[in-house]
């Protein structure tokens, strides 16, 4: 239950960055996603290679979440 929410934390962060910094150019289907550190719940770091090792990992977003729709 906890990697779930970090895992969520760690996506809304990562939505949330890329809208600060720019756009990112778009991954291929297969290609591996770069190592990104983001700020996780507790104040503590979640690098998304450290994650790997746990398991596989899969990032989502709610768009809508951040919009008036």
Known sequence: MAVRSLM???AAAAV???????V???L???QKAPD?????PGG????LSEMLGKGPIVLY???QAFTKT
């Not at 990104?36 to 996780?40: A, D, E, I, Q, V």
């Not at 503590?44 to 690098?47: G, M, Q, R």
């Open 16 to 22: 949330l960055t890329l809208g600060l910094t720019g």
């Open 61 to 63: 977003t709610f768009i």
């Open 28 to 30: 291929e289907v297969g």
């Open 24 to 26: 990112a150019p778009a």
């Open 8 to 10: 969520r934390a760690a």
């Open 36 to 40: 990104f550190t983001l700020p996780g």
């Open 44 to 47: 503590k770091t979640v690098k």
